[in-house]
Structures are given as C-alpha cells and as structure tokens.
C-alpha cells in the first residue's frame, strides 16, 4: 500500500545520500575525518604521558628519596667503574711502554754483539792501514801489537784485505809468502781496515816510538788514511760453545 505521506521514500533517499557519503567522501568531509584523526591520536599520547608521570606521581616522600638515592649510588658505582677502566687503561700503555723500551734495549744490545762478533756487515768513519814490505817480512808480533792497539782505542770493527774479520778470537802465525790469520793464508800489502774515531784511531798508532815505528824498523812502508765513511763487509759464522753454558742463576739460589 502506498505510503501517501512519502516517509519511507525520504528514508531511502537518506540512507542512500550517507552511503554515498561514506563511499565517496567530499573534500571537506576528508579535511573533517584527518583532523578527527588527529585530535584522536594527540588524545592517546596526552594520556599515555599521564600514565608515565603518574608513576613517580603517587610515591611518598621518603619512596622518592630511595629513588633518588639508588639513582646516585648507580651513578657512583658507573664513575668508579670507569676510573677503575681507566687505570687499568695506563697500567697497560705504562706496560707497553716498559716492554717496548726493553725490547729496545735488547735489540742494540744484540746488535752491538753481532758487531763486535762480526756476525754483520757494517760501516761508518775509521782508518785504512796500509802495510807494504820492502825487503823482509814484517813480524807478526808486531801486527799483532797493531791490531792490540787499534782494539785499545775503541776500534768497533776490522777486516784484513778485505777478507777475514777481525775479532777477539782471531789468530795469527807467520806463514811462506804472508800471514795466516784465522786459517787463511794472506799476502802482503796488508790493508787493515777499522771503524772507530779516526783522530783517536790515528793518533794510537802514530805516536812515537809505536807499533807504526817499529813496522818501519823493519823497513816496511806504513800509509795510514782516515776515511769518513768505510765498509767491512766480510762476516764470520756464528760460533756456539762447546764447553761453556750460561748460568742463568749466579748466585746460586
């Protein structure tokens, strides 16, 4: 039966004009919406603020004053932790300091044995000795007196003709056509090589009535050149004990 009054046709044109709505919102409907969106959200972060001052909100006096004092103790404990860090911060570099200086101190040592053990090439400022005979043979009594004497005066290395090394051990005996020196049969000249201070060098062995006079006693020619700068360069093998040991405790403890 038709409705003569027209309501259910007014209902119908309404719930169809919000479906609309809903479906195909307006601009200014969708400004409405993004700014409801807003007041929401800004709403749950005012409340969610709410909650979190509210928890030290409701304490008593003396709760805070736990909080507060537990907090310092944290924050003392944190302070004396990182003190405690950074002392053990200088005990290390102090440490690393300690053992790089002693290795340091190892390694000139070591290279200052290999040189007086001619282990190692070297060079550096010194004197050229030059011996050359005439008519005899020079004694090697007094060779041996001139490289004694080069050593006395801080003579760090020597080599003889350019090839043996001269060291504490080292040997001499006169020999047919020369000199052996350390097993090695060596002829004149002789040029004896040292490093050390060539003034001090120079002046040992010049002096009057030394081991460069008694050469010329036997009629054999001394030419001595100080020279800035040098080389040795003939090494010896390294040579291990066959008696001795280290005693790593002297004191017998």
Known sequence: MPDP??????????RSRLLRAVLKPSRSQAVVGVLLALVGFAAIVQVRATEVDDTYAGLREQDLIEVLNGLA??????ESEI??????????RSD???????????????DTLAIL?????????????????????I??????????????????AMQLNGKVRLVAQS???????GL???????????VLDAIGEPDTLAGAISIARGVTFQLEEQNAVVEVQELPSLDIETVREPVQPENATPDLDPAGD
């Open 5 to 14: 009054t027209g309501a259910g046709d007014q209902q119908s044109s309404g």
């Open 73 to 78: 103790g944290t924050t003392q404990r944190a």
């Open 83 to 92: 003190e405690r860090l950074e002392e053990a911060r200088e005990d290390l």
């Open 96 to 110: 690393s300091r300690r053992v790089g200086a002693a290795l340091e101190a190892a390694q000139t040592q070591a």
């Open 117 to 137: 053990a001619g282990t190692v090439p070297v060079t550096g400022p010194g004197i050229r000795v030059t011996i050359t005979e005439t008519d005899t043979a």
């Open 139 to 156: 004694d090697v009594q007094d060779f041996i007196d001139l490289v004694q004497e080069l050593r006395t005066s801080n003579a760090e």
């Open 171 to 177: 040997s001499f005996a006169e020999a047919t056509g």
């Open 180 to 190: 052996v020196v350390d097993g090695q049969l060596l002829g004149p000249p002789y």
